[in-house]
């Protein structure tokens, strides 16, 4: 049996892949379960410091010291023996990220096999990724193997034989990514009050993973002046609210220098508040987000919008946003720092021209100038305001790249490699241990 365990059901590419991934996986006669720990503030205040430590970030500035652990192991005590009452011996536990590491200690006594599945990192580590090394070190070194989505992001001194290198996917027929034409698009945008709903044709629905119909009823809450004008350019991004993922450095390189005769207005998208029960970071982030949009000029503002998209259901928040990047006419992910950013490979997947930063996994998924556009230096809002406002004012080209993006998700990041990769890592693993 393999056991997957995370930190969250909704709110993220992890949660995403494993309900994609598990329904391969039973398709495939693999008899797949997925868990997920509960946790208080505290402690993910300090996996969310170990996150940002592990993109060589300082994140809120707190150290991982002894206070820290004691936080991480107390939390993570109840989960642990919940999960070897469940496992056995021959099964395999796939552990994601740092909020589950803990864990592998306490189910490494059964007898299971007991893999780490790392999606975050950084190409060139430092003081501040070590120390989140360091904390984490003992707890990797009591499992059998690791997965990382980069060469790139493996810690020094593994052991080479037991890590594997794979990139993550996107489930082509999830509600997020599934085909939706432009009036399922206009009518799910219309009906979730992203845009005006007159004149929209079309119903609100999408397809469910099991076969029947979903229809999206919630309501996302806009943050603008007024309503975005019909048949204008859309600039979006769509990620949590994560200072890694620089919202505020969007707004201002879109203000700043993409201009107004584009007639093009900026969308950043994030999940409603409360919806994600992992990134305590979100609520400041918004609010920072807010006040920057306050303090520009009626003319700036009236073209920044910021929408905060409903996840009480996960199905509906992805049909959701399948329908913004599908309505986008430029796709943007200006993250400082990033794992892998399988945003990117939504939109490439959905033809939009994408402009993103160089770097984390986002250089794996686009080949500059071919299947999007690829900033070298994420902090430059000129360089990044010219790469949006070029493509804006070149369809053709835009056309162009979107065919390529698609092609290229289609052959290297969707579902079915990922979990053919997967199964070969425990295959090997199971046999050394035999």
Same mark, same amino acid.
């Given at each position: 049996?393999?056991?997957?365990?995370? #930190?969250?059901?909704?709110?993220?590419?992890?949660?995403?892949?494993?309900?994609?991934?598990?329904?391969?996986?039973?398709? #495939?006669?693999?008899?797949?379960?997925?868990?997920? +720990?509960?946790?208080?503030?505290?402690?993910?205040?300090?996996?969310?410091?170990? &996150?940002?430590?592990? &993109?060589?970030?300082?994140?809120?500035?707190?150290?991982?010291?002894?206070?820290?652990?004691?936080v991480y192991e107390q939390r993570l005590a109840g989960a642990a023996e919940e999960l070897v009452q469940r496992i056995g011996p021959r099964d395999v536990v796939l552990? &994601?990220?740092?909020?589950?590491?803990?864990?592998?200690?306490?189910?490494?006594?059964?007898?299971?096999?007991?893999?780490? =599945?790392?999606? +975050?990192?950084?190409?060139?580590?430092?003081?501040?990724?070590?120390?989140?090394?360091?904390?984490?070190?003992?707890?990797?070194?009591?499992?059998?193997?690791?997965?990382?989505?980069?060469?790139?992001?493996?810690?020094?001194?593994?052991?080479?034989?037991?890590?594997? +290198?794979?990139?993550?996917?996107?489930?082509?027929?999830?509600?997020?990514?599934?085909?939706?034409?432009p009036e399922a698009v206009g009518a799910i945008l219309a009906a979730t009050r992203v845009i005006a709903s007159d004149h929209q044709k079309g119903s609100p629905t999408?397809?469910?993973?099991? $076969?029947?119909?979903?229809?999206?009823?919630?309501?996302?809450?806009?943050?603008?002046?007024?309503?975005?004008?019909?048949?204008?350019?859309?600039?979006l991004q769509v990620s949590r609210w994560d200072r890694l993922k620089d919202p505020l450095g969007v707004l201002a390189g879109f203000v700043e220098h993409v201009p107004?005769? !584009?007639?093009? &207005?900026?969308?950043?998208?994030?999940?409603?508040?409360?919806?994600?029960?992992?990134?305590?970071?979100?609520?400041?982030?918004?609010?920072?987000?807010?006040?920057?949009?306050?303090?520009?000029?009626? #003319?700036?503002?009236?073209?920044?919008?910021?929408?905060?998209?409903?996840?009480?259901?996960?199905?509906?928040?992805?049909?959701?946003?399948?329908?913004?990047?599908?309505?986008?006419?430029?796709?943007?992910?200006?993250?400082?720092?990033? $794992?892998?950013?399988?945003?990117?490979?939504?939109?490439?997947?959905?033809?939009?021209?994408?402009?993103? #930063?160089?770097?984390?996994?986002?250089?794996?998924? +686009?080949?500059?100038?071919?299947?999007?556009?690829?900033?070298?230096?994420?902090?430059?809002?000129?360089?990044?305001?010219?790469?949006?406002?070029?493509?804006?004012?070149? $369809?053709?080209?835009?056309?162009?790249?979107?065919?390529?993006?698609?092609?290229?998700? =289609? !052959?290297?990041?969707?579902?079915?490699?990922?979990?053919?990769?997967?199964?070969?890592?425990?295959?090997?693993?199971?046999?050394?241990?035999?």
């Amino acid at each position: 049996m393999l056991w997957n365990v995370n #930190s969250t059901a909704r709110g993220g590419g992890v949660a995403e892949m494993l309900a994609s991934l598990l329904a391969y996986a039973a398709g #495939s006669g693999v008899d797949a379960r997925w868990l997920v +720990i509960g946790g208080d503030p505290e402690f993910f205040r300090v996996t969310k410091r170990i &996150h940002n430590l592990l &993109h060589e970030n300082r994140g809120d500035g707190g150290p991982l010291g002894p206070e820290e652990r004691r936080v991480y192991e107390q939390r993570l005590a109840g989960a642990a023996e919940e999960l070897v009452q469940r496992i056995g011996p021959r099964d395999v536990v796939l552990l &994601h990220d740092p909020q589950t590491l803990g864990l592998a200690p306490r189910v490494a006594e059964t007898g299971a096999t007991v893999v780490w =599945r790392c999606h +975050i990192g950084v190409d060139a580590p430092g003081d501040l990724a070590r120390e989140a090394w360091r904390f984490l070190g003992g707890y990797l070194d009591t499992a059998d193997g690791s997965v990382f989505s980069r060469e790139a992001y493996v810690w020094d001194g593994l052991d080479r034989d037991g890590v594997a +290198i794979v990139a993550p996917s996107i489930d082509a027929f999830s509600p997020k990514n599934q085909d939706m034409g432009p009036e399922a698009v206009g009518a799910i945008l219309a009906a979730t009050r992203v845009i005006a709903s007159d004149h929209q044709k079309g119903s609100p629905t999408f397809s469910l993973p099991n $076969g029947d119909e979903g229809t999206v009823s919630h309501r996302t809450e806009m943050v603008e002046d007024e309503p975005i004008p019909d048949d204008v350019p859309v600039v979006l991004q769509v990620s949590r609210w994560d200072r890694l993922k620089d919202p505020l450095g969007v707004l201002a390189g879109f203000v700043e220098h993409v201009p107004a005769a !584009t007639g093009a &207005h900026l969308v950043l998208a994030g999940p409603a508040l409360g919806s994600v029960s992992d990134d305590p970071e979100g609520e400041e982030v918004l609010e920072e987000c807010r006040t920057a949009r306050e303090a520009l000029s009626p #003319s700036d503002r009236s073209r920044v919008h910021l929408a905060l998209v409903p996840a009480e259901d996960g199905d509906e928040n992805g049909a959701i946003v399948n329908a913004l990047q599908r309505w986008a006419t430029v796709v943007v992910q200006k993250s400082l720092a990033e $794992g892998f950013g399988l945003t990117v490979a939504e939109a490439m997947w959905k033809e939009r021209p994408v402009v993103a #930063s160089r770097v984390g996994g986002i250089q794996d998924q +686009i080949v500059d100038d071919e299947s999007g556009v690829l900033i070298d230096d994420p902090r430059d809002l000129a360089a990044f305001g010219n790469d949006v406002a070029s493509l804006l004012g070149d $369809g053709e080209r835009a056309v162009k790249m979107g065919t390529a993006a698609r092609e290229r998700v =289609r !052959t290297e990041f969707l579902g079915p490699r990922h979990l053919l990769q997967y199964l070969d890592l425990f295959e090997r693993l199971l046999a050394s241990s035999s």
